[in-house]
């Protein structure tokens, strides 16, 4: 066996999955998909049985044990007091800002390049979201704009943990304690990352997570929670994410609030899945690892800063030839995917928040691609996507 095979067997995988051919397809025909859900789903389909059973004699669809069974598991994990379940990822940054009493007449600083709801939540609360643009290698948020968009009406920074790996939380929590604002973490893409032997979703004083299925940790339908070490502003989130009630009488209304709550059975498939992230994870850093030695000259792989070592939600690399290696890499049997290709400031509905040019963000929304990456990969399947690339780009 391969080190690269033992090590994906120790993290309770079988390298030699996807050997299977398929025809129509160039070179060899091994398919890569973008992610296979399939093969994480099989994993854990035996412990869910119990999921079901408990549920279905319970009756408790909404809350219960199981929602506070994993939350506490969440916390643990993340190495918080609390985490605070709710329905999605945006939601959870969404209610963080509210929480904070962040709003109408706020700025909150967050980077040009990431998911839209970085940018939604933000508006969402009432707030203005000030896009900043990120650093080249990396393409984190970057300190030193973050710095120079402080204004009086600043109130929060909120730092993306980008395809699997921390900003530098560092100078930012320095740069926020400086300046009073709060920092959150938009830790979506980052489940059990960590900065410095800190995890992820600990270091600002609240941490924004999304269970989106193709996450790092998914459920099977959509999840998010906060985490925070903040005793009030966890009771805060409690109530905002359902209907504003007090705390002591449920038919006491402290605040307006929404329905955000994470159901029971999402709960529990996320519970048992938290047992095996971290082998997921290993997985994810041999594949990255693999795709790091074998990749072609032509194409260079977003870096990775050595005291934040990444979770690898996806694998990105950066090429002047995106359309042609897209097309190539179809044609061997491999999908792909951009995130993102247009950064938030450019995007119709953001384009009033927009203050002029953020050129290396711009940059790199032409030219990142993102490589099929998700545990379940096989060593041939990234040996196929590398080779498949160097035949196309040659
Ligand atoms: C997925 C994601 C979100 C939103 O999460 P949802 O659960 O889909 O609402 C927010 N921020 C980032 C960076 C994400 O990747």
Redesign the pocket.
């Known amino acids: 066996m391969t080190t690269v095979e033992s090590a994906l067997t120790d993290a309770g995988l079988d390298p030699d999955h996807g050997r299977e051919p398929s025809r129509g397809l160039s070179g060899g025909g091994l398919r890569v998909p973008f992610a296979d859900l399939a093969m994480q789903t099989a994993e854990v389909r035996a412990e869910l049985d119990e999921v079901w059973t408990d549920l279905l004699d319970s009756h408790r669809f909404i809350g219960g044990d199981v929602v506070e069974a994993f939350e506490r598991d969440w916390a643990a994990y993340c190495d918080t007091d609390f985490a605070v379940s709710v329905?999605?990822?945006?939601?959870?940054?969404h209610l963080i800002l509210r929480a904070l009493g962040i709003g109408s007449g706020d700025e909150v600083v967050v980077p040009a390049n990431?998911?839209v709801?970085?940018a939604e939540?933000v508006v969402l609360s009432g707030a203005v979201p000030v896009f900043v643009d990120v650093l080249p290698e990396t393409l984190l948020i970057d300190p030193a704009q973050v710095e120079a968009a402080l204004t009086p009406r600043t109130a929060a920074i909120v730092p993306?943990?980008?395809f699997g790996q921390m900003a530098d939380m560092t100078r930012l929590s320095e740069i926020a304690q400086r300046a009073g604002v709060a920092l959150v973490e938009?830790?979506?893409?980052a489940h059990g990352a960590f900065h410095e032997e800190r995890q992820a979703g600990s270091l600002g004083v609240a941490g924004?997570f999304?269970?989106?299925p193709?996450?790092n940790l998914g459920a099977f339908g959509?999840?998010?929670a906060v985490t925070t070490s903040d005793p009030a502003l966890a009771a805060r989130l409690r109530s905002l994410r359902d209907h504003g009630r007090g705390l002591s009488d449920r038919y006491v209304h402290d605040h307006v609030g929404m329905n955000s709550r994470l159901d029971a059975l999402q709960a529990g498939i996320l519970s048992v899945k938290l047992r095996h992230l971290d082998g997921w994870t290993a997985a994810r850093r041999v594949h990255a690892a693999a795709y790091r030695a074998q990749l072609p000259r032509e194409v260079q792989m977003v870096q990775e800063a050595v005291r934040t070592p990444s979770v690898h939600?996806l694998a990105v690399v950066r090429t002047d030839r995106r359309q042609q290696a897209m097309e190539g890499l179809a044609r061997f049997g491999v999908d792909t995917g951009i995130?993102y290709p247009v950064p938030c400031h450019l995007q119709e509905p953001y384009a009033v928040y927009g203050r002029g040019p953020l050129p290396v963000a711009e940059a790199a929304a032409a030219e990142i691609l993102s490589l099929p990456m998700f545990p379940h990969l096989t060593p041939d399947q990234v040996s196929h996507v590398c080779r498949s690339l160097g035949a196309v780009l040659a």
Do not use: I, R
């Open positions: 329905a999605n990822g945006t939601d959870s940054l990431t998911f709801a970085t939540a993306v943990h980008l938009d830790a979506a893409q924004s999304s269970f989106y193709g996450k959509d999840g998010g939600h995130h």
